[in-house]
């Protein structure tokens, strides 16, 4: 049987874009390496999740999500709370994916889904279709007996295809909804796996959270899905999603430097005193060769921690007399 892959060109404009993009990773990699920036690489990651689930209709605030991660009480749809859960453990497994792997896309789906609907991790066995708020069929997968076929030529494909990733990402994104090879959560599954595709490619990617960008143009991701389907050719996607990524690496640049710009001499100073291992604050006084605890506090410790270079060993209970410090 012939691979289905919808037609695609490649256009000036993608390849425009697609230089634009590379050379803002350029510019990304100049700021900063994020490796070096936990607080911001956490942030983003919670930012993916919540703006991915907020897609699907889950009512949780990102304040509410970082506190559902953080491992603190949270009142709401008890659904909502475990997509949460089950979203942080398979964006927490993202660099152990190959991306290339239909079982590990099963895989992914088995965790984000778990808990959620019956028959996580399979590919589905009855006819689905997307219907918008307003009750319209948006679009009618194909028959479930061939989703198994489709989706092992959609993976030959990305293995065997020479397209820049930028532009292969993107085509298997479209696809991927296109086939809708689950019974549910087919939305999150593609914007998360073309996440691991890109980070396979540049591991950045990993921390970049396109998600929230498609989140604020949410109408248009839609369209152009549905576009690229009346088209029988998915360029309006690609161009969206190639849109959608240039906008995530220019707003991460920009967080990058201001959060470079913030942390102080002080804050450096503590950084290259404080080990990996629990040490208390005296210790670190006496390191850093002060007396004052209120000084120590308010210009080396508090703006280390808020900028999550350091972490407590008793995070609930800041005040203890038993707390530790300790370098993330």
């Known amino acids: 049987m012939e691979k289905y892959i919808q037609p695609y060109d490649i256009t000036e404009e993608l390849l425009e874009l697609a230089s634009e993009i590379m050379e803002n990773l350029g510019k990304l990699s100049n700021v900063n390496d994020l490796e070096k920036l936990p607080r911001l690489r956490r942030v983003n990651r919670i930012k993916s999740i919540q703006s991915s689930l907020a897609i699907e209709n889950n009512t949780l605030s990102l304040e509410q999500v970082t506190d ?20 942080f453990e398979v964006y927490k497994i993202l660099p152990e994916l190959d991306p290339f792997s239909l079982n590990d896309l099963k895989k992914a ?27 319209k069929v948006i679009h009618v997968a194909p028959p479930h007996d061939m989703v198994s076929i489709l989706m092992s030529q959609l993976f030959d494909w990305l293995k065997t295809s020479k397209t820049h990733m930028l532009i292969r990402s993107s085509v298997f994104h479209y696809e ?19 996440t691991a595709l890109l980070a396979s490619w540049k591991p950045i990617f990993e921390w970049i959270p396109i998600e929230s960008i498609i989140k604020d143009n949410q ?27 240039k906008k995530a690496i220019e707003d991460i640049v920009n967080d990058s430097r201001s959060h470079c710009n913030h942390i102080s001499s002080q804050v450096g100073a503590l950084l290259s005193v404080i080990e990996s291992y629990p040490m208390t604050a005296l210790e670190l006084m006496e390191k850093l060769g002060l007396k004052s605890r209120v000084s120590f506090r308010k210009n080396y410790l508090q703006p280390a921690l808020e900028a999550g270079l ?7 209970k800041s005040t203890s007399r038993n707390q530790r410090y300790f370098k993330i």
């Not at 559902?68 to 979203?87: E, F, T, W």
């Not at 839609?222 to 690229?228: E, F, H, N, T, V």
């Open 219 to 245: 109408e248009e991701y839609y369209r152009a899905i549905g576009l690229s389907t009346a088209e029988g050719k998915s360029n309006r996607f690609i161009l969206f999603m190639l849109s959608v990524i």
């Open 310 to 316: 350091i972490g407590m060993t008793e995070p609930d």
């Open 176 to 194: 991927f909804e296109f086939i809708h090879p689950f019974a549910d959560g087919n939305g999150r599954m593609g914007r998360f796996w073309q």
């Open 109 to 135: 789906h088995g965790i984000m889904m778990n808990g959620l609907i019956d028959g996580a991790g399979a590919l589905r066995t009855k006819s689905v279709g997307v219907i918008s708020e307003t009750g």
């Open 68 to 87: 559902v991660i953080n491992g603190k009480r949270v009142l709401g749809p008890q659904d909502d709370i475990l997509a949460v859960k089950n979203a």
